[in-house]
């Protein structure tokens, strides 16, 4: 079944039971009205999904899935210690591998059960008129739900999403993240592949930060060559909240990362860090949407893009001030680095703003390896490469200095010391 | 031997001749000057030495220990010993100054067959050398020259001259925008780094540096030419008279 025909099945999906949830019958409507996006839509103007688009999936069912134990999670290269991991096994929760902790609870839902729709549940157009939201929501059957639970400190939780199958496979994980009041937690998606089919990720996930809830937040795509994925991502941030996003994005086929900030409640704070590095025909797409609906909340976005070879880079960064939101500060920084003549980057600040007593401001920047930087270096005896790969790392570490989570860093790092630094 | 030995050097920018047969000897042990209003090619000089992609040589040869300089890349270059400070130094937020240095050690140290200079000592030798060029710690864990005064700048690049002692350092008009302080630094930095075997060569628009460095020879660059050699007396008799009487001497050339 290829990607445009899969909403003709939904009928199959769709069971009475579930017409009760407003956003669900919503999604039903909006795929029965609509196609797949194209290059018409302003959202969608340079994110193609040819990539995607011709592949055969069969929707994950119960394929066998080869046996894992926790031990085997945790030797995977790279993982945290003391972090508590959520296996998602191509695309199937495995609640048995999951070490118990009494901080927090983790379950997973029949849609049909939940009680959870609240009027916050979706409280913008923008993701209800997405048409992988809409079809996340159509075909997610079960979501995942993590509470953490008040008063906890130094949570350190990585959700492992492991594309491990036969069979050129589709999957919508959808998540649901809650941190109650005085919370202070690190939260990771991190995506692996070890399957030679194709995957494709349609991931949705809701992240609400209750009060003085601390969350520091990642997203790891590393070397996703055949593992595909979509990431609508909501954020809603009740009051004296912070939020920090670290998005690492490297040599992966098609990434697109959409990040949906809404500050509900005064006083709250995001700090949105992304650094991409696109190879060969990449395509690595960030969106970003902040609405400071309510006064007095802060948000920062800074993006740096390396892209090689024929890669493609998006940075579309929407702050939307809306008229009470007063004293709103919100900044945003996109800076990228194209080292070919093939690679391009479309970037893209939009502000809106209807409060006057705000302080905003954007930059964003495009260009190529200094040559006068090179010239200088050589001229104290390093070699061309060997500048060029400290000035690429120089530029980088800007971004990668900003994650605060150390075991992650500095993965990260040597991660990519093999193409840049000394 | 000598050290440098430029032959009938005719240089320039794309089409353009700036250098028009320029011909000079730098022996070990030697401070030459080269003096000459703006304009003259006093930079373009500095930047066909050192190897930058802009200038073009159209004639002539310039040879470094007997070896064909200009054939060879501007990091080959500063290994066999040649070391420009910039009159304009670029900044490089992010690479720190310290970890530009090792590297910089580092390859040249390969190049001469040597080990990478272990950590503890490297830092031991920053801190020493940054005494000399007056420069404080605390710039050396700071980006490249980011944020760095005119005045610092120059300072960093004695600093990065001492610490790579080189066989030829050439200062391309150093001493520019430099206050009496700042110019002794770099004044004792280059003092100090005279030896028998170490030449300098000192671009400069104003006498004023020669005071400190007292050169062994002075040339005077006009229209892309030297068109007087002497010694330290001619930068005094330049000062006294201005450039207005190379302009009128040499108008016609």
């Known amino acids: 079944m290829k990607l445009d025909e899969i909403k003709e099945n939904i009928d199959i999906l769709y069971r009475d039971d579930c017409t009760k949830l407003n956003y669900l019958s919503h999604s039903i409507d909006f795929l029965k009205n609509n196609n797949l996006p194209n290059s018409k839509n302003e959202l969608w103007k340079y994110t193609s999904l040819s990539s995607i688009k011709d592949i055969d999936f069969v929707l994950a069912k119960d394929e066998k899935i080869s046996d894992w134990s926790t031990n085997d999670l945790y030797k995977i290269n790279d993982i945290p210690q003391n972090t508590a991991i959520i296996p998602i096994i191509s695309g199937k929760f495995k609640s048995n591998l999951i070490n118990i902790d009494d901080r927090f609870s983790i379950e997973e839902n029949e849609i049909k059960d939940l009680n959870h729709e609240s009027k916050n549940y979706h409280p913008n157009q923008s993701v209800e008129a997405d048409y992988f939201y809409n079809l996340n929501s159509a075909l997610a059957l079960k979501e995942i739900n993590l509470k953490i639970h008040r008063n906890t400190e130094n949570i350190q939780i990585l959700f492992l999403f492991i594309a491990q199958s036969e069979s050129n496979t589709f999957v919508s994980p959808r998540i649901r993240i809650e941190l109650e009041e005085n919370t202070n937690a690190k939260i990771a998606y991190k995506f692996i592949n070890f399957s030679k089919s194709e995957i494709f990720s349609n991931l949705f996930s809701e992240i609400i930060l209750n009060q003085n809830a601390l969350l520091d937040f990642y997203i790891i795509e590393n070397e996703l060559n055949n593992f595909q994925s979509i990431n609508n991502i909501n954020i809603i941030q009740n009051r004296d909240s912070k939020f920090t996003s670290n998005i690492f994005t490297y040599n992966s086929k098609f990434i697109r990362n959409f990040l949906r900030v809404y500050f509900a409640e005064e006083n709250a704070e995001a700090q949105l860090n992304g650094l991409f590095m696109g190879y060969n025909d990449n395509l690595i797409d960030n969106h970003i949407l902040i609405e400071h609906i309510q006064p007095n909340c802060f948000s920062n976005q800074l993006y740096k893009g390396i892209l090689n070879d024929n890669s493609t880079g998006i940075f579309n960064g929407a702050i939307l001030v809306h008229p009470h939101a007063q004293k709103t500060n919100a900044f945003q920084v996109n800076r990228n680095l194209l080292t070919s003549e093939s690679a391009k980057v479309y970037t893209k600040p939009e502000l809106e703003i209807y409060a006057d007593d705000v302080k905003c401001s954007h930059g964003e920047a495009t260009g190529v390896i200094d040559e006068e930087m090179l010239f200088y270096m050589q001229s104290r005896g390093i070699s061309e490469e060997n500048a060029r790969r400290l000035l690429l790392e120089a530029f980088a570490m800007d971004v990668l200095n900003k994650f605060g989570w150390e075991e992650i860093r500095n993965s990260l790092i040597s991660n990519i010391s093999k193409e840049l630094g000394i | ?253």
Do not use: C
Request: aromatic share 8%; hydrophobic share 40%.
């Open chain 2, 1 to 253: 031997m000598s050290l440098l030995k430029i032959t009938n050097l005719k240089a320039g920018i794309e089409e353009k001749e700036i250098l028009h047969g320029i011909n000079l000897e730098i022996n070990p042990g030697e401070v030459h000057a080269i003096m000459g209003p703006n304009g003259s090619g006093k930079t373009t000089l500095a930047s066909v030495l050192t190897g930058k992609k802009e200038i073009k040589v159209f004639d002539g040869n310039v040879e470094f220990e007997g070896k064909n300089l200009l054939e060879l890349a501007p990091e080959e270059r500063a290994r066999l010993g040649l070391f420009l400070a910039f009159q304009y130094p670029v900044e490089i937020p992010g690479v720190s100054n310290a970890n530009f240095l090792r590297l910089a050690l580092n390859e040249k140290r390969k190049y001469q067959g040597l080990d990478p200079i272990e950590p503890a000592q490297f830092f031991k030798l920053l801190r020493e050398k940054a005494k000399i060029a007056k420069m404080d710690a605390s710039f050396l864990n700071r980006g490249l020259n980011e944020g760095f005064s005119g005045g610092e700048k120059k300072r960093n690049e004695i600093f990065q001259m001492i610490m790579l002692e080189p066989k030829l350092a050439i200062l391309d008009e150093t001493d520019s925008g430099l206050d009496i302080d700042a110019l002794k630094i770099v004044a004792e930095g280059v003092n100090q780094m005279r030896d028998p075997q170490r030449s300098f060569l000192i671009i400069t628009h104003y006498q004023r540096l020669l005071d400190y460095i007292v050169p062994d020879f002075v040339h005077v660059l006009y229209n892309g030419k030297i068109v007087m050699s002497g010694t330290k007396e001619l930068a005094l008799e330049l000062e006294a008279k201005g450039y207005d009487w190379i302009k009128e001497e040499f108008a016609t050339n």
